[in-house]
């Protein structure tokens, strides 16, 4: 018996994504904050121009 694959398409990505964020946006948020550290995707340049705009460190 020949195996069928199921192809995936952006669609299904997209829409099953879709239905895990919403019935686990909390969970997922946690995730994404304990395995990313989203200081390392700002640039120092931002940092430096933002606070020297507001006058702080």
Same mark, same amino acid.
């Given at each position: 018996?020949?195996?069928?694959?199921?192809?995936?398409?952006? #669609?299904?990505?997209? #829409?099953?994504?879709?239905?895990?964020?919403?019935?686990?946006?909390?969970?997922?948020? #946690?995730?994404?904050?304990?395995?990313?550290?989203?200081?390392?995707?700002?640039?120092?340049?931002?940092?430096?121009?933002?606070?020297?705009?507001?006058?702080?460190?």
């Amino acid at each position: 018996m020949p195996v069928q694959a199921k192809q995936l398409n952006f #669609s299904n990505i997209s #829409s099953d994504f879709e239905k895990f964020f919403n019935q686990n946006q909390y969970n997922l948020l #946690s995730m994404l904050n304990h395995f990313f550290d989203i200081s390392d995707f700002i640039p120092l340049s931002f940092y430096q121009k933002y606070y020297s705009n507001f006058g702080r460190k």
